[in-house]
C-alpha cells in the first residue's frame, strides 16, 4: 500500500486513510480542515490585494504600479517600514490590505491635493510613495473606525436576535390561537 506524505504534517500516511484534493493527500481530521482554511484565507488576501491595487491606479490615473510602490505595500503588510532607506519591523504582521484601503479613503483628499500643489500633478513612483506615506498616517484612524464598525454590527446582530426572538414566541403564541385552524389540513390539500 502507497504512503503519502502530507503537506501540512509532513507524516507519511496510507492514501487510502486521506483525503485527495489538487493531486495531493491531507490527513482526513486535522490537516485537511487546516489546509482548506489556509487556501481559503489566501483567497481573500488576493481579493484585498487586487482591490487596493486598482483603487491605487485610479488615484493616480496610471495603468500599472510601479514596482517600488508594490514592494513597498507589500513590505507595510509583512510588518515592515522604510526608515532611511532602512527596511525596519514594525510589527509582527503589518495591516491588512483592506485596512490599507480604508486609510487610502480617509486620505484620498489630502493625497490628491498633495498630487496637485506639491507634486505638480506628477504620477511616477515617488509620487505615489507619497500618498503611501500620507495612508499610512491614516492608518490608526482607519482601524479605530473598522472596530467601531465592528462594534455597531455585532450590537446590532444582538439586538436582531432578541427581536427574533420576540416574533418567535409571538408566533408560537399565534400558533395556539390557531390551532384548530391548524388541525384542519384540507387546505394544503
Ligand atoms: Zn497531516
Known amino acids: 500500500m502507497a504512503l503519502v506524505k502530507c503537506p501540512i504534517c509532513s507524516q507519511r500516511e496510507h492514501k487510502e486513510n486521506m483525503i485527495q484534493e489538487d493531486k495531493r493527500y491531507y490527513h482526513v481530521e486535522y490537516c485537511h ?21 486598482q483603487y491605487i491606479i485610479k488615484l ?9 510602490n508594490i514592494t513597498r505595500l507589500k513590505d507595510l503588510r509583512a510588518g515592515f517600514e ?13 495591516p491588512t490590505f483592506e485596512l490599507m484601503l480604508e486609510a487610502y479613503l480617509l486620505a484620498e483628499d489630502s493625497i490628491r491635493w498633495c498630487i496637485a500643489n506639491k507634486l505638480d500633478g506628477s504620477r511616477d513612483t515617488r509620487a505615489i510613495n507619497y500618498g503611501v506615506s500620507i495612508m499610512i498616517d491614516k492608518l ?22 432578541s427581536s427574533e426572538d420576540k416574533n418567535i414566541s409571538n408566533e408560537i403564541l399565534k400558533n395556539k390561537h390557531n390551532k384548530i385552524d391548524e388541525m384542519d389540513i384540507s387546505s394544503f390539500l
Request: glycine letters at 4%; a positive charge.
Open 33 to 53: 480542515e487546516r489546509w482548506k482554511r489556509d487556501k481559503e484565507a489566501t483567497r481573500i488576501e488576493n481579493q484585498q490585494w487586487d482591490d487596493l491595487y
Open 60 to 68: 493616480h490615473d496610471i495603468i500599472v504600479l510601479p514596482t517600488g
Open 82 to 94: 522604510f526608515k532611511d532607506g532602512q527596511r525596519v519591523r514594525k510589527w509582527n504582521t503589518g
Open 140 to 161: 490608526n484612524e482607519a482601524f479605530a473606525r473598522k472596530k467601531r464598525r465592528e462594534q455597531h454590527t455585532e450590537q446590532f446582530e444582538r439586538t436582531k436576535i
